[in-house]
């Protein structure tokens, strides 16, 4: 079973929609969301697998439908992305600003692969999830 670090995930797409006009930096989003953790007293994991992982994230989001390539005409710097359909999908189901983000986020993980684009079509298309 692949589990997801659900918050790096958030960020990162959150960072997705703000990305107009700058490049997609997601070793520094992992820098900027240990520092968060940090000085909330939360535990942080090796900042070196954080950075790492938050390159695979992007690559797995990119290749798996959640986020592509921003176009010309909002604001592109050949290195930003949207998200899709799916991936505003994602992002509504474990937005940690949203109460109850907990039990979507739960249903994700029950998946063998939440981040598989069929099977996250099919939870997510269930309205008991939200």
Not at 7 to 21: F, K, M, P, T, Y
Not at 25 to 38: F, S
Not at 112 to 118: G, S
Request: net charge negative.
């Amino acid at each position: 079973m692949t589990t997801y670090n659900w918050d790096l995930i958030e960020r990162l797409l959150h960072e997705v929609q703000n990305s107009a006009g700058h490049s997609f930096a997601p070793r520094a989003y992992a820098e900027d969301y240990a520092a968060q953790k940090a000085s909330a007293g939360e535990p942080i994991e090796n900042l070196d697998h954080l950075k790492t992982l938050a390159c695979e994230y992007e690559r797995l989001l990119l290749l798996r439908g959640y986020i592509e390539p921003r176009p010309d005409d909002q604001g592109s710097t050949g290195n930003n992305f949207v998200l899709t359909a799916r991936g505003a999908s994602l992002l509504s189901l474990i937005d940690s600003s949203i109460p109850g983000n907990d039990h979507p986020r739960q249903v994700l993980d029950d998946q063998q692969d939440a981040l598989d684009e069929a099977t996250f079509d099919e939870v997510a298309s269930k309205a008991q999830i939200a």
